[in-house]
């Protein structure tokens, strides 16, 4: 694996200027955020060595260098899912590479389903903390001290800093932002009414098929992590309705702007 990051490295370096610390996932529904980015270089996943590609609609497939707001970031305009195929440690290379490449803040976005009755389809989730349900998990295997330790401390896991100033940019810009915890699950089938209410009563506000594993490998790198979520749907009481994929990226994208006003501030 070492010698997999230093070899994807090494060639992002010589395509592009690294001159941030600071990166972002944008998950499903939410590829359009990258036109808030000022684009100074952008490489395809096809092109760089040992790099998955990604297979979901809705996801370019595209590593992003620019500005958001004032601030120099990368950004992943797609992600890689366990559902594709991929394993957990092919979904999470890229968290690696990115680490590698001297980024020390993670933010990641996704498109969620919601169990708690308050939430309402178009609202923001701010991650507080998760709950990991995926049949695999990304630390398994060889570990490598250079990267980090056997046993990961997973105490705040999303960092409290980032949540409180999140927080008081939604008050500030009257964008109402939920907050909860978020449950991570392989896919790709959305949930039963059954798995709604069991994820609700193990404490879960929404559920998802991604940013589990990569938050777990970044904390593993002692990265700083902050995400947040679009609830696509719902599975409430009372509120379950049959959902579609191109349903949970149309409403991923109109959420899309307030979601972009949050990170470009606490950016």
């Avoid at 230093?6 to 395509?15: A, D, L, N, V």
């Avoid at 929404?206 to 599975?235: L, Q």
Wanted: proline share 5%; hydrophobic share 40%; aromatic share 8%.
């Amino acid at each position: 694996m070492l010698k997999k990051i230093k070899e994807c490295t090494s060639y992002i370096k010589k395509q592009a200027d690294i001159n941030t610390d600071t990166a972002i996932i944008l998950g499903t529904g939410l590829g359009k955020l990258a036109e808030e980015i000022h684009i100074e270089k952008s490489i395809y996943y096809k092109d760089i060595p040992h790099f998955p590609i990604s297979t979901v609609e809705g996801h370019s497939g595209k590593l992003i260098f620019g500005k958001l707001g004032n601030k120099n970031i990368v950004a992943m305009q797609g992600r890689f899912h366990f559902y594709e195929g991929y394993s957990m440690q092919e979904v999470t290379f890229p968290i690696r590479v990115l680490k590698a490449l001297g980024i020390i803040k993670l933010f990641v976005s996704n498109a969620a389903g919601a169990m708690n009755p308050a939430f309402n389809v178009g609202d923001i989730m701010i991650i507080n903390d998760h709950i990991n349900l995926f049949p695999e998990h990304p630390l398994v295997g060889k570990n490598y001290d250079e990267l980090g330790p056997r046993f990961p401390d997973m105490s705040e896991t999303y960092s409290k800093i980032l949540i409180e100033k999140a927080k008081n940019i939604g008050l500030e810009k009257n964008i109402k932002l939920q907050e909860g915890v978020y449950v991570g699950v392989s896919g790709p089938t959305y949930e039963t009414p059954a798995e709604y209410n069991y994820f609700r009563i193990i404490g879960g506000d929404a559920v998802g098929m991604s940013t589990v594993p990569e938050i777990i490998v970044a904390k593993h790198m002692n990265m700083t992590c902050f995400g947040m979520s679009v609830i696509t749907d719902s599975g409430a009481p009372g509120k379950l309705k049959e959902i579609t994929h191109e349903e949970v990226q149309r409403v991923g994208e109109l959420a899309q702007p307030k979601m972009a006003e949050i990170f470009k501030s606490l950016l």
